[in-house]
Antibody
Framework: QVQLVESGGGVVQPGRSLRLSCVASGFTFSTKGMHWVRQAPGQGLEWVAMISDDGRETDYADSVRGRFTISRDSSKNTLFLQMNNLRGDDTAVYYC?????????????WGRGTTVTVSS | DIQLTQSPSSLSASVGDRVTITCRAS??????FAWYQQKAGEVPKLLIYTASTSQSGVPRRFRGSGSGTDFTLTISSLQPEDVATYYCQQYNSAPFTFGPGTKVDL
């Protein structure tokens, strides 16, 4: 079955870095765009970043542009989110989600999320 | 950036009630619009895409409508398992945005 499994979350100090991973299975990863969406404690959903099926196109929320980088390794069916210069307001559950098409479409499959806590 | 406003922010209804949630976009987005359901402690689930197309497996009591700037999610007969927060989302242009959510209780 289609599955997305995130990992890499944890507790990190402000200003430090963290890299999240999302391993996909059950579908042809290289034909789908992918997204990261986050949810701060008790808050709503916030779209973070997306990447096209071939990895050539990316886009970011204003709140993370210049600090976060989305990438993918289709040979390993894995999506990444490199997060640098982390801030307290980056604390959230980070979900990996599949684009229903190859890029810039809705999200039809979601992972269970990985928790990032930024605190000194 | 396109902003989405949802109303109401929360509602209480009885089993069998018809429930309507609205979402308004700050500019026209055609039908590049989706609804998601998130139950407490669970992962968001896609309900509706292209404003009115139901995702496979979604009960028929969930209906989406609208285009342009105004969109509606209707639950024709509320069931206990529908208790959740519902989010709208536009994918017309980046940065993609979600509405603030509507919490539905019994």
């Amino acid at each position: 079955q289609v599955q997305l499994v995130e990992s890499g979350g944890g507790v990190v100090q402000p200003g430090r870095s963290l890299r999240l991973s999302c391993v996909a299975s059950g579908f042809t990863f290289s034909t789908k765009g992918m997204h990261w969406v986050r949810q701060a404690p008790g808050q709503g959903l916030e779209w973070v970043a997306m990447i096209s099926d071939d990895g050539r196109e990316t886009d970011y929320a204003d709140s993370v542009r210049g600090r976060f980088t989305i990438s993918r390794d289709s040979s390993k069916n894995t999506l990444f989110l490199q997060m640098n210069n982390l801030r307290g307001d980056d604390t959230a559950v980070y979900y990996c989600a599949r684009d229903a098409w190859n890029y810039k479409y809705y999200m039809d499959v979601w992972g269970r999320g990985t928790t990032v806590t930024v605190s000194s | 950036d396109i902003q989405l406003t949802q109303s109401p922010s929360s509602l209480s209804a009885s089993v069998g009630d018809r429930v309507t949630i609205t979402c308004r976009a700050s500019e026209a987005i055609g039908d590049y619009f989706a609804w998601y359901q998130q139950k407490a402690g669970e992962v968001p689930k896609l309900l509706i895409y292209t404003a009115s197309t139901s995702q496979s497996g979604v009960p028929r009591r969930f209906r989406g409508s609208g285009s342009g700037t105004d969109f509606t999610l209707t639950i024709s007969s509320l069931q206990p398992e529908d208790v959740a927060t519902y989010y709208c989302q536009q994918y017309n242009s980046a940065p993609f945005t979600f509405g603030p959510g509507t919490k539905v209780d019994l």
